[in-house]
Nanobody
Framework: VQLVESGGGLVQAGGSLRLSCAASSLYYDDYAIGWFRQAPGKEREGVSCFNNRSPLNAYYADSVKDRFTISMDNDKNTLYLQMNNLKPEDAAVYYC?????????????????????WGQGTQVTVSS
């Protein structure tokens, strides 16, 4: 599966951006998909993820709750991240990632090391 992110850019603090992640295919019965970010000198962290079997029960990192919203357009195989009220600390490279479960053990988490297919990332810069 190819994952291609877009939508990053430079925005002032308090502004908004919407990231997109186009997936070449998502014809899987059980998968987890989400957004991650990595700032310089920091570890990659999970921002928001969900499993397709429970799409309404998305995970959000505490730092982005009530500001970011994850959504999916199943017809377009495209994942979105609406980011509002951006803060300088949100600046990072944002990645989308996918984890497919083929046997058992549906995964609902957002730990980066549990995901094995990644996009190339898109830069988000927030000026204060």
């Amino acid at each position: 599966v190819q994952l291609v992110e877009s939508g990053g850019g430079l925005v002032q603090a308090g502004g908004s951006l919407r990231l997109s992640c186009a997936a070449s295919s998502l014809y899987y019965d059980d998968y987890a998909i989400g957004w991650f970010r990595q700032a310089p000198g920091k570890e990659r962290e999970g921002v928001s993820c969900f499993n397709n079997r429970s799409p309404l029960n998305a995970y959000y990192a505490d730092s982005v709750k009530d500001r970011f919203t994850i959504s999916m357009d199943n017809d377009k195989n495209t994942l979105y991240l609406q980011m509002n009220n951006l803060k300088p600390e949100d600046a990072a490279v944002y990645y989308c990632a996918l984890r497919v479960t083929y046997w058992s053990g549906t995964y609902y988490g957002c730990r980066p090391n549990e995901y094995d297919q990644w996009g190339q990332g898109t830069q988000v810069t927030v000026s204060s």
